[in-house]
């Protein structure tokens, strides 16, 4: 499986690639081994269905791991869910479960929350796995030196009744971050500040490897929120290395290896960097020190621009079709040309999403929020990415501060990010959310959705407008 | 799947660039559990008003358009959330291509399992369509996927590449499943050196 031999150096990519080969058919696609695959409520059913409809099974359910997350409420769990369709999808989820011996983590679990969230917290998630999940946010894993990527609800059967995935092997990209982000810069505004630059397909066909010194000093939860926003480059899959952070970070949780076989899975952890020499399909440059906090003014993540900068001019666009999404976006967004980010008013504001909703998020949010009230025209709320999570914050008193500030404190679940529960916006509402995609109508229809970090979120709600997090007096 | 060979239908020109799954098919209508009847909702924010009414500018509402079967769209096609619902929008509605200059990743795979051909052109081919699509009424393509050709029959033909195991799996409508499946042995002796482990067994005991 190409782990021994005298080999031209490899990329962590292909050495995780390599590892999970299980045939090369001529003329065809490889077939990938999937050791993880993670299910939740949407984009499962048809494929249970489908494994029904020809008479297959799940090849492992061992090795597939199911939750609710993405139309639940995340009002108090003990209240019915209103929506009869929601309700619908998720007993088909729970039946398809018991009938196919899937483990859930279902609504009324301690350990229930995002997919994204709870597989790394769980300890289900670790280094040089290959983790497939019917979300385009399965990127958010790579953090941990596994290959994972998003797939379609065909694919989802694919891997249900065979455990593998024929795949076509994508091209390589690092993505060098040098130097250190300045305080109150964060791992989103890393994100948001390298989709700036490449723009939503720049990294299209490629599988991203994200590596220097600024990515060595981010935590495991910053190292998740920039790799869950390799997709919004196009990416395929985003990757960091394993290290001692890495390390640190798995050890002790619930499913993780202990003993013996800890000290082998680090071992072989360790060998999971790229080798010297290894050759990527294309290199980027990023000076870490040179980001700000950065504040979405369109409708995509790529449409964005510091916070101390101002909406740009239309002649600013050398393609003629990009200035056209330009202008329909501001249209949409009902935002004029050389509007400074400052001024731009919001009327909500979402504290949550599989980008950034981990202990680590919700602490920055609170420290900004502290002493502090949100602003009386300002709606904001926080939704925990999981009952652990929830667990935590209360244990250490967050809740409290965002309770006494004004904000509501919700249950577990993708909320807002992308509205198939009742968290949405209306028509015209503005929002900062710390979400991941500001689509049309994604957070509701007519809503707009500027994104940014938790704390310029946090700092907005109180403000009641975009505000350098730079500038902020802490209390 | 439905075996795709060769295709002639009327063109309707997006002229958008980054098009999301967001946006072809809206979350609200994620809820089924069906893979059918998404057609009706197919770019629904943009095809309907606020109260249900069909709008009055968007192109898939002209009736000069109302039977067509090819989209064309600018870069990027497809682009943001995974869900295969909006490959079955566009399939349920009736559309058997979609042309642009590129696709997302995941949407060109989740096409490719549901035989929605994805043609790749270049910016200029592209913007010759669209124009053409836009100033001819019912201008027709034809795309065959044998001889891996556009042509309108008025003069504009083009080439476009696939890799060979789609193409084929798509000339035969092929259930990749079925494909897998046949490296069984292979399967099987990868999952024999790698076992589950301990840890992970313990998800099940709770």
């Known amino acids: 499986m190409g782990e021994t031999g005298n080999m031209s150096p490899r990329t962590l990519f292909e050495k995780v690639w390599d590892a999970h080969v299980v045939a090369a058919p001529e003329g065809q696609s490889a077939l990938l081994y999937i050791d993880l695959h993670l299910v939740h409520e949407v984009t499962s059913p048809q494929a249970f269905d489908g494994l029904r409809v020809s008479g297959r099974t799940v090849r492992q359910p061992l090795r597939t791991v199911a939750t609710v997350d993405h139309n639940i409420p995340t009002t108090p769990r003990g209240l019915p869910i209103a929506d009869a369709i929601a309700a619908k999808q998720i007993e088909a989820l729970q039946k398809n479960c018991q009938e196919f011996g899937v483990p859930l983590f279902d609504m009324d679990s301690a350990e229930q929350g995002i997919v994204h969230v709870i597989g790394p917290e769980l300890g289900i998630t670790l280094p040089g796995m290959t983790i497939v999940c019917g979300d385009s946010h399965t990127s958010t894993h790579g953090a941990f030196g596994s290959l994972a990527f998003g797939i379609g609800t065909s694919e989802v059967e694919h891997v249900l009744a065979t455990q593998c995935l024929p795949q076509k092997k994508p091209k390589t990209m690092q993505i060098h971050i040098s130097g250190k982000l300045a305080e109150g810069v964060t791992a989103k505004d890393l994100a948001l500040g390298i989709i700036g630059r490449i723009g939503t397909d720049g990294a299209t066909g490629y599988v991203i490897e994200y590596a220097g010194d600024a990515v060595r000093a981010l935590s495991m939860e910053a190292r998740m929120t920039l790799c869950n926003m390799s997709i919004e480059a196009g990416a395929r899959a985003g990757l960091i290395a394993p290290d001692e952070t890495t390390f640190e970070y798995v050890r002790g949780r619930r499913f993780a290896p202990e003993g013996k076989d800890w000290e082998e899975a680090v071992a072989y952890w360790r060998t999971l960097a790229s080798d010297p020499g290894a050759r990527f399909d294309r290199v980027i440059e990023i000076d870490a020190a040179a980001l700000a906090p950065f504040v979405t003014w369109g409708t995509n993540p790529g449409m964005v621009v510091a916070v101390n900068a101002r909406v740009p001019e239309l002649k600013s666009f050398a393609q003629e079709a990009d200035r056209r999404a330009a202008e329909q976006a501001l249209a949409y967004m009902g935002l004029d040309p050389g509007t400074p980010i400052e001024a731009i008013a919001v009327d909500r504001v979402f504290i949550g999403s599989c980008t950034n909703s981990r202990i680590e998020d919700l602490r920055a949010a609170a420290r900004v929020a502290k002493g502090q009230h949100v602003n009386p025209k300002v709606r904001a709320m926080v939704v925990p990415g999981s009952q652990a999570i929830k667990r935590a914050a209360e244990q250490e008193g967050l809740h409290r501060i965002f309770l006494d500030a004004g904000f509501e404190w919700r249950e577990s679940g993708c909320s807002m990010c992308l509205g198939m529960n009742p968290d949405i916006l209306q028509p015209g509402e503005r929002c900062a959310s710390t979400s991941n995609r500001n689509f049309e109508g994604r957070q509701g229809r007519g809503g707009r959705t500027h994104l940014v970090s938790p704390m310029m979120a946090a700092a907005a709600a109180i403000a009641g407008h975009f505000t350098d997090i730079r500038d902020w007096r802490f209390q | ?206």
Not at chain 2, 34 to 47: H, S
Not at chain 2, 144 to 168: I, K, N, P, Y
């Open chain 2, 1 to 206: 799947m439905q075996p795709f060979r060769k295709h002639t239908g009327v063109v309707v020109p997006l002229d958008k660039v980054n098009v999301d799954t967001d946006q072809i098919i809206p979350k609200q209508f994620l809820k089924r559990i069906e893979r059918t009847g998404f057609g009706e909702f197919l770019f629904y924010d943009w095809r309907f008003s606020g109260d249900g009414k069909k709008t009055g500018d968007f192109i898939l509402n002209a009736p000069r358009y109302a039977k067509a079967s090819i989209l064309v769209a600018g870069k990027n096609f497809g682009c943001g959330s995974s869900r295969e619902h909006a490959v079955w929008a566009l399939a349920d509605y009736g559309f058997r291509v979609v042309i642009a200059t590129s696709f997302a990743d995941i949407f060109a795979n989740n096409s490719l399992k549901n035989g929605l051909l994805t043609v790749r052109l270049g910016e200029e081919q592209v913007a010759e369509i669209t124009r053409r699509s836009k100033e001819i009424e019912g201008y027709q393509l034809t795309i065959d996927l044998e001889t891996l050709r556009v042509e309108d029959g008025r003069g504009l033909a083009a080439a476009f590449a696939m890799d060979e195991f789609s193409r084929h799996c798509l000339l035969n409508g092929l259930d990749d499943i079925g494909l897998t499946l046949q490296h069984e042995a292979e399967i099987a002796a990868y999952e024999a050196k790698h076992p589950v482990r301990g840890a992970m067994k313990a998800i099940l005991a709770g």
